[in-house]
């Protein structure tokens, strides 16, 4: 484990020396707004502000069985209402990041805990424009899925296997590195020191969370960032691919999968790797994602006698999109989680299959989903077992 840190601190602190190395030599004066992409106010070059916003709407359903078609649950709600804001101050290298949300799922309030509507605050300095360095509240560098947006999304909710494996959002230090070549070829180095403790954390111990990322992109990059935004609406006209490995490890971990989860009666060390592939070429897009989560005794005991454990397994997403028309598009996803033996008797493997039409009636910020798919556990997909069900979903997202 001591290897793991020495060497993901090294990997941050080479960050922070190539950027500087860089920043001798180059300046960025490029202006990280553009006028047409939210509500935008600038002074000069001494501020500038970008105010957008976005809801989700969403009306579903969750059967009793496979074989029951009865609802057993529904999903009427506004799933997401966010605010961000974002710009600099006093030089466009210097600037922010903030992200709000207010609907009862944005604050966390599902679960009945402290309302928590911060989501992003992050401070950036910007070396060049190839490195920057970060402070504050963001998505860690884990798994693609995750880390785009979820107004980029194909499906109205992301796949079960980011649910159990994602690394979220941390508090820390964070640095970004592209590496300049003399080819089409991109590598994209990324770090973070961070508490550990997930969103909006108390003071906590001494155990930290390190992560490292690296990503490729042999073909150059994707038009738009579209390495980072679900579907290929851009119909790339020349292959596109993006090839991404994270990992983390999380020391004293709190919680049964990391950053997110319930409380565990002791803490544990946790380590997660993700791998991940993105491609995309003439309005076709492919997604695939690979996870492994590990801890060392990962069952906790508490006085009661009931006990929690680390999820600890592996888990798999893979997804694949048509545009059939410039603004219609079909996908579809497999995604499952298997536990390790070592948590067999307490947590179920359990896969899911969906369909998904999607139809963008100005991209991705105004947009209509209607969802279908089948969710099976412990690998038996027959429609009598009462562990199954089908469900539905339909979503409205508007935003600028």
Not at 78 to 85: A, N
Not at 287 to 308: H, K, M, V, W
Not at 347 to 371: C, D, S
Request: charged share 20%; aromatic share 14%; net charge positive.
């Amino acid at each position: 484990m001591i290897k793991s840190r020495v060497i993901l601190s090294f990997l941050f602190c080479f960050l922070a020396f190539a950027g500087v190395a860089q920043a001798q030599n180059e300046s960025d004066e490029r202006s990280l707004l553009e006028v047409q992409k939210g509500v935008s106010f600038t002074k000069d070059s001494l501020f500038s502000l970008n105010l957008r916003f976005r809801l989700q709407n969403r009306v579903g359903f969750r059967t009793a069985s496979g074989e029951d078609l009865g609802f057993e649950q529904t999903d009427f709600r506004i799933r997401r209402l966010r605010m961000r804001l974002d710009g600099f101050v006093l030089s466009p290298r210097f600037q922010y990041y903030i992200q709000l949300g207010f609907s009862k799922s944005d604050m966390d309030l599902d679960g009945g805990e402290v309302a928590q509507p911060i989501r992003d605050a992050i401070l950036y300095y910007h070396f060049s424009p190839n490195f920057y360095v970060g402070m504050g509240q963001a998505k860690l560098p884990g798994n693609r899925e995750r880390v785009i947006s979820s107004g980029n999304l194909q499906f109205a909710e992301r796949s079960i296997a980011n649910s159990f494996f994602t690394l979220d959002r941390d508090f820390g230090l964070f640095a970004y590195y592209t590496v300049p070549t003399q080819n089409k070829v991109v590598y994209q180095l990324k770090a973070a020191i961070t508490s550990g403790e997930g969103r909006n954390p108390s003071v906590g111990d001494r155990g930290l969370s390190y992560t490292g990322r690296i990503e490729v992109l042999p073909f150059g990059k994707f038009a738009n960032g579209g390495d980072y935004s679900q579907g290929d609406l851009e119909f790339e006209t020349r292959l596109k691919l993006s090839i991404g490995a994270s990992y983390n490890f999380n020391e004293s971990g709190a919680r049964a999968r990391g950053q997110l989860g319930p409380e565990l009666f002791e803490k544990r060390d946790q380590q997660v790797f993700i791998a991940d592939v993105m491609a995309k070429y003439r309005g076709w897009a492919l997604l695939g994602e690979y996870f492994s989560r590990d801890a060392p005794n990962p069952i906790t005991q508490g006085t009661s006698g009931i006990p929690q454990a680390v999820w600890v397994g592996t888990g798999e997403n893979l997804q694949i999109s048509k545009l059939i028309t410039k603004k219609s598009e079909l996908t579809f996803r497999f995604s499952q989680v298997i536990p390790k033996q070592a948590i067999r008797a307490l947590e179920m493997q359990r896969e899911e299959t969906t369909l998904g039409y999607t139809r963008y009636v100005g991209g991705h910020r105004v947009k209509l989903q209607a969802n279908m798919g089948y969710s099976w556990a412990n690998g038996s997909p027959q429609l009598s077992q009462t562990t199954n069900y089908w469900f539905g979903l339909f979503q409205v997202e508007f935003g600028i």
